[in-house]
């Protein structure tokens, strides 16, 4: 299994940047690929932003491509994610979690962090 924990959430302005970290251990070699993911209050969890954990090609969604930027240190067991000219609407708790496969679902969870945009 894959444990994963989160840091680097926190309140900031509209306009503002947060980093957010994601620190994977445990059996790390199955990760495939590592994605951050959101939810706002009653609404869904939505996907972010995601890389492959080897290859550290990456995708967004359309609604933080060219703000958000998912790179992963080298060396380390650990992926960022880089929020830039934050907006009310990036409010949310957010989650990191790993897949074995390209084709299979993200099975371990992080315990989530809360940014929170104001205006």
């Known amino acids: 299994q894959v444990q994963l924990v989160e840091s680097g959430g926190g309140l900031v302005q509209a306009g503002g940047s947060l980093r957010l970290s994601c620190a994977a251990s445990?059996?790390?070699?199955?990760?495939?690929?590592l994605g951050w993911f959101r939810q706002a209050p009653g609404k869904e969890r939505e996907f972010v932003a995601a890389?492959?954990?080897?290859?550290?090609?990456?995708n967004y969604a359309d609604s933080v491509k060219g703000r958000f930027t998912i790179f992963r240190d080298n060396g380390k067991n650990t992926v960022y994610l880089q929020m830039n000219s934050l907006k009310p609407e990036d409010t949310a708790v957010y989650y990191c979690?790993?897949?074995?496969?390209?084709?299979?679902?993200?099975?371990?969870w992080g315990q989530g962090t809360q940014v929170t945009v104001s205006s």
């Open positions: 979690a790993t897949r074995p496969g390209r084709d299979y679902t993200y099975d371990s």
């Open positions: 445990g059996r790390t070699f199955r990760i495939y690929g």
């Open positions: 890389i492959r954990w080897s290859e550290r090609s990456t």
